[in-house]
């Protein structure tokens, strides 16, 4: 019969529970979201000033009805991108986006049926380019003084579909009639296929 030195055994225990906490991790559920206090959080946190009182978007800052996927807004809410400041666990929690991300959700618009469209990554490369979106945005969306940062997407291809369509700020909107919806999906995906910035926190320069 074969016996496990005291080290194999230590080693064995430590496997075993690194992968119950990795199981454990991945199977924790996400935070349930309050509509009501997410609409109260939205407000006293000052995100209606620039997103509109039901994130529809405002010459500050774009639409954000129907927001991303819970996750993804709370990654751009703590390390966000362009002129929109960090916003620190002690101003608004993990919880405290879950129910904004609620609220988001009840007040977006109904779906349209261009949303289940599927992109195709290199033809939106190429329409990218020659309908000149990187003359503001950057080669690959990464943003430029006159533009933000729209590679990869923070918000749902809904509402960057619907921005598009109708901007604000000094973006010119673009009918269906100058580019179809298949046509933004396929942008859309291309820009998805970047992976997102470093968090500024892994940049030694930035520590100086």
Same mark, same amino acid.
């Given at each position: 019969?074969?016996?496990?030195?005291? +080290?194999?055994?230590? $080693?064995? *225990?430590?496997?075993?529970?690194?992968?119950?906490? @990795?199981?454990?991790?991945a199977t924790k559920p996400k935070p349930a979201g309050n509509a009501?206090?997410?609409?109260?959080? $939205?407000?006293?946190?000052?995100?209606?000033?620039?997103?509109?009182?039901?994130?529809?978007?405002?010459?500050? @800052?774009?639409?954000? @009805?129907?927001?991303?996927?819970? /996750?993804?807004?709370i990654g751009y809410v703590r390390q966000p991108t362009g002129k929109?400041?960090? &916003?620190? &666990?002690? =101003?608004?929690? %993990?919880? %405290?986006?879950?129910?904004?991300?609620?609220? +988001?959700?009840?007040?977006?618009?109904?779906?349209?049926? !261009?949303?289940? *469209?599927?992109?195709?990554?290199?033809?939106?490369?190429?329409?990218?380019?020659?309908?000149?979106c990187y003359e503001c945005h950057g080669r690959q969306g990464a !943003?430029?003084?006159?533009?933000?940062? &729209?590679?990869?997407?923070?918000?749902?291809?809904?509402?960057?579909?619907?921005? &598009?369509?109708?901007?604000?700020?000094?973006?010119?909107?673009? =009918?269906?009639?100058?580019?179809?919806?298949?046509? +933004?999906?396929?942008?859309?995906? $291309?820009?998805?296929?970047?992976?997102?910035?470093? /968090?500024?926190?892994?940049?030694?320069?930035?520590?100086?």
């Amino acid at each position: 019969m074969r016996y496990l030195t005291p +080290l194999a055994i230590a $080693f064995t *225990l430590l496997v075993a529970c690194s992968c119950t906490e @990795a199981q454990s991790a991945a199977t924790k559920p996400k935070p349930a979201g309050n509509a009501d206090n997410g609409k109260r959080v $939205f407000a006293s946190a000052g995100c209606t000033a620039c997103h509109g009182a039901q994130g529809q978007g405002t010459s500050l @800052a774009p639409q954000i @009805a129907p927001p991303p996927e819970l /996750p993804a807004l709370i990654g751009y809410v703590r390390q966000p991108t362009g002129k929109m400041p960090p &916003v620190p &666990v002690a =101003t608004a929690s %993990d919880q %405290d986006i879950a129910d904004i991300f609620a609220f +988001l959700k009840s007040v977006a618009p109904a779906p349209t049926a !261009g949303e289940s *469209l599927t992109g195709n990554a290199d033809n939106g490369k190429r329409l990218f380019a020659s309908y000149g979106c990187y003359e503001c945005h950057g080669r690959q969306g990464a !943003g430029a003084a006159i533009a933000p940062r &729209v590679g990869p997407p923070a918000i749902s291809f809904a509402a960057f579909l619907r921005y &598009v369509r109708t901007p604000t700020g000094q973006m010119p909107p673009y =009918t269906a009639k100058v580019v179809s919806d298949q046509d +933004l999906a396929d942008i859309y995906t $291309f820009l998805k296929s970047f992976p997102p910035p470093a /968090p500024a926190s892994s940049i030694p320069l930035l520590k100086q």
